[in-house]
């Protein structure tokens, strides 16, 4: 076409309403939600992990972002709140059965009905949604915390969650130990081992009707896990993929 033709073209599109030849349209941000039961210690995450998560995400940009817990109204997960995320980052630990069923019951129907991406981090194992989600015990058969350090290995390097992500290493952790009893994961990401012998499958992808669930061990409350590079660069990679809207992903390079 001859430039003044595709001079005339892009004007008529830009009247019309269409975007002009060459011109992208914006990209909208990924909405996330970052939820946590209030019970981490504020010494170590006084933001608690939701607000630790959130930052980790905001430093990155291209997110909505909102923190939500046990205390704020319906438990931040409104059906008003749910419908407005793309992505739900979910820590518990101690208060699992305080979550209510009927709002149990709106995650999981929004991830396998709408889409919605859910992260479910270290002790969430255990919580109503990812259980309502993986239909079985989630049960470990073993825990606690020695010192030797987690190593965790990146078993699918060409998946988007592990992108720009090498074997690293945890200075202290509360360890895992399998078996794990989920079923059997699309893909195991990462897993994580320590000297003292325990093994875990410590990043793991399912498929939940039109959804993603995503489920990453590290993360215990006393200890400073989610300020570390790689696990913030972990996070952000999930949120970027996981949801119904998924954007390019870049390699994060964690600092």
Known sequence: MHRRSLLKAGMGALAGGIPALGMAEPRAPVRVLCWSEGTAPTSIYPKDI????????????????????????DQGLSDEAL???????????????????????AIAKR????GLGFVALHSSH??????????????LSGWGINDAPEQIAVKAPAHPIARGISDFQIAREEFYNEPFRVPAPDVVIFESTWRTGQRFRSG??????????FYFRPGHEEFPTYFQPEVKAILVNAARWIGPRQVSIEIVKPD
């Not at 995320?85 to 019951?105: E, I, K, P, Y």
């Not at 991830?111 to 709408?114: I, L």
């Not at 793991?204 to 669930?213: A, H, L, T, Y």
């Open 50 to 73: 939701s607000g630790a998560v959130a930052d980790a995400l905001r430093a990155a940009g291209g997110f909505d972002l909102h923190t939500a817990g046990l205390a704020d109204p």
């Open 126 to 139: 255990f919580s109503k949604p990812f259980k309502s989600l993986m239909e079985d015990s989630c049960d």
């Open 204 to 213: 793991c992808v399912w498929k939940r009707g039109n959804g993603r669930v």
């Open 111 to 114: 991830v396998r009905e709408n």
């Open 83 to 105: 419908a407005a995320t793309d992505v739900l980052f979910w820590w518990g630990h101690q208060r699992h059965n305080q979550v209510h069923d009927d709002r149990v019951s």
